[in-house]
């Protein structure tokens, strides 16, 4: 099993900045990638950013620029840096981890943490 513990989400003001973690453990390995999800009230949950096992990074159009996703190896930690926040990056953030058990792909959500940008 995987257990995923997100953590950093907060109340921010629009044009602020938030880091979120995602820290990993139990069956981490064959690892295909991390990434990042969010859920607003009322809105289906939508893909933001992935970061693959050898470093190559993704994102949303909605949040090019202004979010940089990271990893760190050594604590199987990944991170969503958020500058530029807006009051529509307000959801539920969640992480997510997608790893390879023969020839299936099992994905693993955290149990998410709540982002608030003020307006």
């Known amino acids: 099993q995987v257990q995923l513990v997100e953590s950093g989400g907060g109340l921010v003001q629009a044009g602020g900045s938030l880091r979120l973690s995602c820290a990993a453990s139990g069956s981490i390995f064959s690892i295909l990638a991390m990434g990042w999800y969010r859920q607003a009230p009322g809105k289906q949950r939508e893909w933001v950013a992935r970061i693959t096992s050898v470093g190559s990074t993704n994102y949303a159009d909605s949040v090019k620029g202004r979010f940089t996703i990271s990893r760190d190896n050594a604590k199987n930690t990944i991170y969503l840096q958020m500058n530029s926040l807006k009051p529509e990056d307000t959801a539920v953030y969640y992480c997510?981890?997608?790893?390879?058990?023969?020839?299936?792909?099992?994905?693993?959500w955290g149990q998410g943490t709540q982002v608030t940008v003020s307006s």
């Open positions: 997510n981890l997608g790893r390879q058990l023969g020839a299936s792909t099992l994905g693993y």
